[in-house]
């Protein structure tokens, strides 16, 4: 996959309101390359989440180009499009009804989700009644189990416990080696280090570094450290 | 296949099905709403209409519940259109999807209810006129319908997600087009010279041809059942297109 000098503005309108551009991403270019782990990080409203958008194929830019080379992607993130009125079984068979499997295909899946995501007899609740956590793992849970090419998670592990962090972290290590891909958006600098080999610093939707994890973590600590 | 992928339409149908049992839950009557909700309104127009015109037609209340029920699974479509893209905002932000998945939801639901409230009224008229050889032509005019409710759901999405002001404006204007449907009157008792106005509302002539069939066993206009279709299929491309088009302004507006 690759994105060449993409930019996003967003306007918002009215008619009593004066029209406000905001420059979400400006002339961004990242590649991601099966086997990649790349992490994307930086301060809020910064671009992370609107930079996976355009890397699912959500959004397009205003400018730019996106290349996917027919990979195909998920993304993650806890404003997932799960339906919280609906139990997570049913939200599992809709997601993969929605990815292209039949409603047979997509129940054959909930065993594997079910087992990975550790929700136990949770899953017969209704979406709305689970924590930031379990919403967390029933995310993770499904998509891993559609097995995409590229899997883009926005802040999604950080709000698991423990041993689902360790667990998953595992699951994306063993999965994700050779010819799948992960990119990872966190303002936890350490799940970032422990988890990718190169990182992006986005600061007001411009990319300030790019390059190995190390370096451009430490660039990051030492911006926010001097600022505070 | 036809204005979205074939596993979409798979997904459409079976999210139609979830609405419905997740709207009947929140319900301390359920499904039964499904039926009552017409039988409320055609009571009120029944007491008020009654009262008002004494000398009201025969089988008034048999010519109300026909042009209530086929109202409401229009209304209900059109009506649930103007936010089904915004209320879809987890989806639309995370999965790239044709918008015109989710008015195609929203009238799955309506219809899905229309047809377990339509297999009552059935029943009942039935029951009382007996059935006739007309009834054969049903279909052709649910199709019809189907097809209308779907391209306007479809317009009144895009506009609202555009504008979505204009879900005031809506709501106001499927009230006026109920009062001009014919509901509570007969076209036919209109003055002469308002009565071709009155028929350029698709709803007036289908709930006009619904009556005749069931109520006065008489045949439908066909003629106007395939040139209405036909208009209609043609706006669902025009709509499908404006979706495509204007899918980048659509996923902003949602996303916002």
């Known amino acids: 996959m690759k994105l060449s000098g993409i930019s996003v503005v967003y306007s918002e309108s009215g008619l009593f309101a004066k029209a406000d551009l905001v420059h979400a991403l400006q002339d961004v270019s990242v590649e991601v390359n099966p086997g990649d782990k790349l992490g994307i990080i930086g301060a809020n409203g910064a671009g992370k989440s609107t930079l996976l958008r355009v890397m699912a194929g959500v959004l397009r830019p205003n400018a730019g180009e996106v290349d996917s080379r027919g990979m195909s992607s998920a993304f993650l993130s806890l404003q997932a499009g799960f339906d919280g009125e609906l139990s997570g079984i049913r939200n599992i068979v809709m997601h993969g009804m929605l990815m292209g499997l039949t409603r047979r295909e997509a129940k054959s899946r909930i065993p594997a989700v079910v087992e990975m995501s550790g929700l136990g007899e949770a899953i017969h609740r209704r979406v709305e009644t689970y924590s930031t956590g379990m919403r967390g793992r029933l995310c993770f849970s499904t998509a891993i189990n559609l097995d995409p090419d590229v899997l883009l998670l926005d802040e999604l592990l950080s709000v698991g416990d423990q041993d689902f962090r360790s667990k998953s972290e595992k699951i994306m290590l063993e999965r994700f080696q050779q010819d799948k891909a992960i990119v990872y958006v966190s303002h936890n600098a350490n799940m970032v280090k422990r988890l990718c080999q190169r990182a992006i610093w986005l600061e007001q939707g411009r990319v300030r570094a790019v390059g190995k994890v190390d370096e451009v973590i430490r660039e990051y600590q030492e911006a926010v450290a001097g600022r505070s | ?256």
Not at chain 2, 212 to 227: E, R, T
Request: hydrophobic letters at 55%; proline letters at 4%; one cysteine or more.
């Open chain 2, 1 to 256: 296949m036809i204005l979205i992928p074939a596993h979409l339409w798979r997904y459409a149908f079976y999210r139609a099905y979830l609405n419905l049992i997740g709207e009947a839950s929140k319900y301390y009557l359920g499904w039964l709403w499904w039926l009552l909700e017409p039988i409320a309104m055609t009571s009120v127009f029944f007491v008020v209409f009654t009262y008002l015109r004494p000398n009201a037609m025969q089988d008034f209340s048999y010519f109300l519940i026909v042009g209530v029920t086929s109202w409401l699974w229009f209304a209900n479509g059109v009506g649930n259109a103007t936010a089904c893209l915004h209320g879809a905002r987890g989806i639309v932000s995370q999965i790239k999807l044709p918008k015109m998945l989710f008015p195609i939801i929203v009238v799955s639901a309506a219809t899905f209810k229309q047809a377990f409230v339509f297999a009552i009224v059935l029943a009942v008229m039935g029951s009382i006129f007996g059935p006739n050889q007309h009834w054969l032509y049903l279909p052709a005019l649910m199709v019809t319908q189907a097809l209308f409710t779907l391209a306007a759901a479809s317009t009144v999405a895009f506009l609202c997600c555009c504008v979505r002001d204009l879900r005031f404006i809506v709501t106001s204007g499927l009230t006026l087009m109920m009062f001009c449907s014919g509901i509570f009157f007969a076209i036919d008792a209109m003055p002469a010279q308002w009565q071709a106005y009155f028929r350029l509302n698709p709803m007036a002539v289908l709930i006009e041809q619904y009556r005749l069939i069931l109520l006065y066993d008489g045949q439908p206009d066909l003629f106007w059942c395939v040139k209405t279709a036909l208009g209609c299929a043609l706006w669902l491309v025009a709509a499908k297109w404006c979706f495509e088009r204007f899918d980048l302004t659509l996923t902003r507006r949602v996303i916002a």
